[in-house]
């Protein structure tokens, strides 16, 4: 006979691998739906389900003819049918001794045969059983048993390929994580040696390009980290350039304001979000004075962008679509373009520094 320690050590075992599998309190399947009607056609008996035995309940993964999600662990025949390796096989429960104080055997329900398969993992553990149920006595068809034995196999099958699919997207995502962690290092590596290339190189325009780009890679950087961070289809996108900017003002030793109205945008579209308000951040820190106001408004069609600086403001001949615009405008206009929106540059209201917008439809 097994001592309480080990006895209690196996099922703290068992209740791991129940975790581990993570099926409980999962929306029905139609692939475990069709073996439970299966086997109640094979048995030719009224009641097939699939359970799982929690810690303090039995939950039904599948339940054919069964009006109830779930049923207290003690006193359960499932609960016992886990304990061995072997069916548990019960035809007529009214004599059966292992059962004749079962609630389901004493009380309405009136259950009177039960044969139930453990669902045994791989490594020994049985998380549940696959069971049929009468309201009749009857005999043990051995032959039936077996493909009971064999639609259990089917089940655990299935629940080995629904673990590897969760550990397969786990690892993914780690992957995908350690990926955006080297990424940014690289940008940030990269900034830093364009940054000392800068100052070996003196005075000039070739220094002043090359601390023109370290400061872009620096940027982008901080962008890469904001939108990887985000894992929800639709997030809020006042919070995303809220937590931008405060990057970016550290990076670019400005103060920048951030308010918005509150709304989500599709995630996929925050690249493109992120990185429009990098250039024209960079560009209010460059050609601008004062402090840098980014604003993200929404109406009932649209979503509006605007980025406001101090300074003087552009010349009333500027558009920011000529073929004479600088880079940073050209990637600015492509990434609008990505958003099927547009960009329009003017002055701030009382005439006192610049304004650039970018609108674009709201929804995917």
């Excluded at 939108?227 to 003002?249: K, T």
């Excluded at 599709?266 to 560009?283: F, W």
Aim: net charge negative; aromatic share 4%; charged share 25%.
């Amino acid at each position: 006979m097994q001592s309480p320690d080990i006895s209690e050590s196996r099922e703290d075992q068992r209740r791991a691998a129940v975790r581990r599998y993570d099926i409980l309190d999962t929306p029905p399947d139609g692939a475990f739906d069709r073996i439970t009607a299966l086997a109640a056609r094979r048995f030719n008996v009224p009641i097939s389900v699939i359970s799982i035995v929690d810690e303090d309940r039995i939950w039904f993964k599948s339940r054919h003819g069964l009006p109830v999600e779930q049923i207290d662990r003690e006193p359960g025949l499932c609960a016992s049918a886990i304990m061995g390796d072997v069916p548990y096989l019960v035809e007529d429960a009214r004599t059966d001794p292992r059962s004749l104080a079962n609630p389901l055997v004493a009380g309405e329900f009136g259950l009177r045969f039960y044969a139930a398969v453990p669902l045994t993992t791989s490594d020994g553990h049985s998380l549940g059983t696959l069971c049929v149920i009468d309201k009749e006595p009857r005999s043990i068809d051995h032959r039936k048993v077996e493909d009971l034995k064999d639609l259990a196999s089917i089940v655990m099958d299935q629940l080995e390929l629904r673990l590897s699919s969760i550990q397969a997207i786990e690892r993914a995502n780690l992957l995908a994580k350690e990926i955006d962690h080297r990424v940014k290092n690289n940008l940030q590596f990269v900034s830093g040696l364009l940054k000392m290339q800068s100052r070996s190189a003196g005075i000039g325009d070739g220094a002043n390009h090359l601390l023109s780009a370290a400061n872009r890679v620096a940027s982008v950087a901080q962008v890469h980290r904001h939108f990887y961070s985000e894992a929800e289809a639709e997030v809020s996108c006042a919070d995303f350039l809220r937590r931008l900017c405060e990057d970016l003002g550290s990076l670019l030793e400005r103060e920048i304001t951030v308010v918005g109205d509150e709304g989500h945008v599709p995630s996929n579209s925050l690249q493109a979000i992120g990185l429009i308000t990098n250039e024209l951040v960079t560009n209010a820190a460059k050609h601008g004075r004062g402090k840098i106001d980014v604003s993200f408004r929404i109406s009932d069609s649209a979503n509006r962008l605007i980025v406001c600086d101090e300074g003087q403001g552009p010349p009333e001949s500027f558009d920011p679509y000529a073929a004479t615009a600088g880079l940073g405008m050209r990637v600015i206009t492509s990434l609008a373009s990505q958003l099927h929106g547009t960009l329009s540059a003017g002055t701030r209201d009382g005439g006192d520094g610049a304004c650039f917008v970018v609108e674009f439809p709201r929804g995917p």
